[in-house]
Each structure stands twice: as structure tokens, then as C-alpha cells.
């Protein structure tokens, strides 16, 4: 698989305030890459900045093409896309126009009208629920659905990276189940995903490598499944199952 997304000696911050410190991370085609961390860790930070959203230094590399002067249009335009922790949809607007604002960026590079009526309709396959709630508003839905609609409203830009600031926040377990195995059926469509998740039980279950992000800094890296094994993971993130005495 080829690399789709490099990112190297990536520093960026909040004016005097430096969150990373020369972060290096690769995502291949196709797969799920996962990072976890704890909170305050610079993981949403990692995000803004490959979006273009936060200033950073550094070089990034998108399919092969230095992103590190390119505007957040131009990112999103280059096939890069970001689903951020608090979902930013159009409240007072319905599902379905939600849905059609997400597909911007197929319609500015030429895609046909009947194309676009595609896109709709995978969207809806896909999450058959916000079918069902086409003509309601979106600041009406339930939270799980949010998330579901702020997935589908990315998507509808056909993304060759899909970037998932903490999907699972704040959702019943059973949503959760359902946004990560949606995850999984994304990656079966050729879709790369940058997942960002404190459940990193889930994260890892799900993601083809991971990296675990602590203040600012890669602490450990590697395939998902050694990460899941690592008794500092294991210890830190995943528990180790037994009660701590009260």
C-alpha cells in the first residue's frame, strides 16, 4: 500500500504555546490509523494542524504533494477531510441540506448532477437512519445521529483521508458500537481514516497502527495489535481488569 499521508518534525500551538513537538506520523491507503492519548495530550491539535486549521511547522506530505503552505480549502480540495469533536453542523438546517453543503467540494471539481444524487444516496445506504430523518433539522437529532450525519456530511466530499476527532464522545455504548463498525465498512471502500479516541480499546481494535500521543510527544508507535499487547498501554489505557482496592 502506498503512503497517502506523511507528516515530519511537526511542531504547532496556540500562539506562544507549543502543543507538538516535531511530531512524525505515516497513514497508508486504506488503512485506519488510530492515535491515543489522554486528555490535553495535543490530539485534536494533530488534527487542526494537518487540516490547516492551526499553524504549524514542519512538512506535510498528501498523496505526494507538500501541504504545508497550502490554505484549509486547499486541503479539502486536495482530499483531505475533518470530522472535528463538536461535529459543527448546521443546526437549523435540515439532514438532507446538511448533506448536499458536504458535497462542495465534488460539485467544484466537475462532478455531474447525477453524481451528486449518488453520493446522497451512499450516504444514505450507509446510514439508513438519516434517510429517515431527511427533512428534519439537525440540531434536533440525537447525538449518536449527529455524529452519524457529521460522517456522512464529510463523506460527501469522496475524501481520500478522513480525519475523526473523538467519534465516540459522549455516545451511548451501543452508538459507539455502531460509529466504529461503520469505521471498519468505511475502510472496506478504500477510505483512509485518521481516527482520534480516548476509548482506546476500541481505537485499537478496529485500526491497522497506532500511535500513542502523550503531552505533545509520540511516546510509542507500531501495529495496533502489538499496541493492544504493550504493558504500558495495557496499563495506562486499556486497564488490566482487576479492582483496585478501595
Known sequence: MSMLLTASGLHAGYGRAEVLHGLNIEAR???????????????????????????????????NRSMQLRTLEDRVMAGLALVPETRALFATMSV???????????????????????DLE?????????????SQLAGTLSGGERQMLAVARALMGRPSLLMLDEPSL??????????????????????????????????????????????GEFVLEGPAGELAKDARVIETYLGTGKKKPS
Open 29 to 63: 491507503a486504506g488503512q485506519v490509523i488510530t492515535v491515543i492519548g489522554p486528555n490535553g495530550a495535543g490530539k485534536s491539535t494533530l488534527l487542526g494542524a494537518l487540516i490547516g486549521a492551526i499553524a504549524s511547522t514542519g512538512q506535510v506530505l498528501f498523496d
Open 96 to 118: 438532507q441540506d446538511n448533506l448536499v453543503l458536504g458535497g462542495f467540494r465534488r460539485r467544484r471539481l466537475g462532478a455531474k448532477r447525477a453524481e451528486q444524487a449518488q
Open 122 to 134: 451512499r450516504a444514505y445506504a450507509l446510514f439508513p437512519r438519516l434517510k429517515e430523518r431527511r
Open 170 to 215: 459522549g455516545l451511548a455504548p451501543r452508538v459507539v458500537q455502531d460509529i466504529f463498525r461503520t469505521i471498519v465498512d468505511l475502510r472496506a471502500t478504500g477510505v483512509t481514516i485518521l481516527l482520534v479516541e480516548q476509548n482506546a480499546r476500541a481505537a485499537l481494535e478496529i485500526a491497522d497502527h497506532g500511535y500513542v500521543l502523550e503531552m
